[in-house]
């Protein structure tokens, strides 16, 4: 039976999207599913996830991104979910609030569009809208998708998250079988990580799978990446949750 069932908790059902392009191989184990990890300049394979709150800044890497809506969900000084939209200032960085953590953020203006990459960070400290301290970073928008794409969740604490389905793709420009091993971890609150499921795909076969695993208050999930066959690979992953609120 599903952990849903006969549950009466307020909830929210959504979607989590995670993309790195141009994987190397080998890979830094486990590297995070997001578009950060992608073989571009800044990059940072690996989400750096703090223990203790913090002012978060948000900038661009354009000077024409002024004035344009961008909606940060954040992760406030209680572990809390906040919604709050943020107006850029090109690439001079704009206080967000205090929080500890940011799980998605989007341009939400009508009709904007953005012409530089958005990055999130614990720090003030931006040099042409990039964080001089990367590891710093909480969340990046590219400006060709405009909204994260990152496959991982820091769970509020006053709700559960209850992971229902993952689908996953791998593609490679080279031609023959390639293949990547990618794995759903957890770090529980006060806790060490720990390794929920392992899945594997190769660029003939897709993981697309129903789940029913529960995380409590608290919990980071993340899926990263254990292993990769050949440099150049694009990974894609799509998670379906239900956030409960206790």
Known sequence: ??????????????????????????????????????????????KIYPTVDANIYIASTSVSDINKEITVVYNDSNNIEVSNTIILNGQTPVLVANGIDCNEAFISGDGQTLEGNVFIAHTDAYTTGVPDNISKTLAYIDSSYGRTQQACFRVPSDSKFVLKHIYGSITNSISGLVSSSVILRVKPEGGSWTTIRPYNMTTEKTINLDEDILFEPGSIIEVGIDSNSDTGSNINVFLKYTLLKL
């Open 1 to 46: 039976m599903s952990i849903l069932a006969n549950l009466t908790y307020e909830h929210k059902i959504s979607n989590m999207f995670g993309i790195v392009n141009g994987v190397h191989s080998p890979v830094e184990t486990p590297s995070t599913i997001w578009l950060l990890g992608s073989d571009v300049p800044n990059k940072l394979s690996k």
